[in-house]
């Protein structure tokens, strides 16, 4: 039994998918199967239920998560102390926001560079809660509207990470001073037809 057999367990399980898994750990999907057919061989239990949607843990998978999520933890946490030192860090990830960059930038300058290192990593909503979720950043800041709550709650369900509602606000479009719209108080979805948009990331969120 191998660590990287535990961790692409673990992660399938996560995702539900071995797809996912892959994409996440930066392998192939083919490489996700065969790790967890020889684990399941070595155990000698059927870890997931496979069909068209996914996959899904067993009663026997569901006992072993539990096992293989410590193992992977404190693996990580011994790596951690491993990397320690004088320093207090503040490793924060975050989807692209120009207003939060703009903070971290500020708290940057204000701290005292001799005792706090910082970190600052943009990425999707998934990148965000792997990051805190594997310990390279302490805090997360997402967004997501709320249809997609449950969701995020279901990729939080066994990653001990806990979400803490900041606030809430209406959905808005930042325009520049030549768009045709730049001095209208409100606007409607069919006002957006002809206009092309920034995205800079892709993924299931945004």
């Known amino acids: 039994m191998e660590l990287r057999q535990l961790e692409h367990f673990v992660t399938t399980a996560d995702f539900g998918s ?7 750990l930066y392998t192939s999907q083919s490489s996700v199967s065969k790790n967890i057919s020889m684990l399941e061989e070595e155990l000698g239990v059927t870890l997931f239920v496979r069909s068209n949607r996914g996959v899904s843990l067993t009663e026997a998978g569901r006992e072993f998560y539990d096992q293989a999520h410590a193992i992977l933890q404190n693996v990580r946490l011994m790596k951690q102390m491993g990397r320690q030192k004088k320093y207090k860090k503040i490793n924060i990830s975050c989807y692209p926001s120009t207003m939060i960059s703009r903070l971290f930038c500020f708290l ?12 600052f ?32 709650s279901h990729v939080l369900a066994h990653k ?15 325009v520049g001073p030549k768009n045709p719209l730049y001095d209208r108080e409100s606007i409607s979805f069919s006002d957006l037809d002809d206009n092309s948009f920034i995205q800079p990331v892709n993924d299931f969120f945004p």
């Open 18 to 24: 071995t797809r996912r898994a892959a994409e996440t």
């Open 108 to 119: 940057y300058n204000t701290i005292n560079h001799d005792e706090y290192k910082m970190s």
């Open 121 to 152: 990593l943009e990425g999707t909503v998934e990148d965000i809660v792997d990051n805190v979720h594997t310990g390279v950043s302490d805090i997360g800041i997402v967004y997501f509207s709320k249809d997609q709550h449950k969701c995020f």
């Open 160 to 174: 001990d990470i806990e979400f803490i509602e900041i606030s809430q606000h209406e959905p808005c479009i930042y």
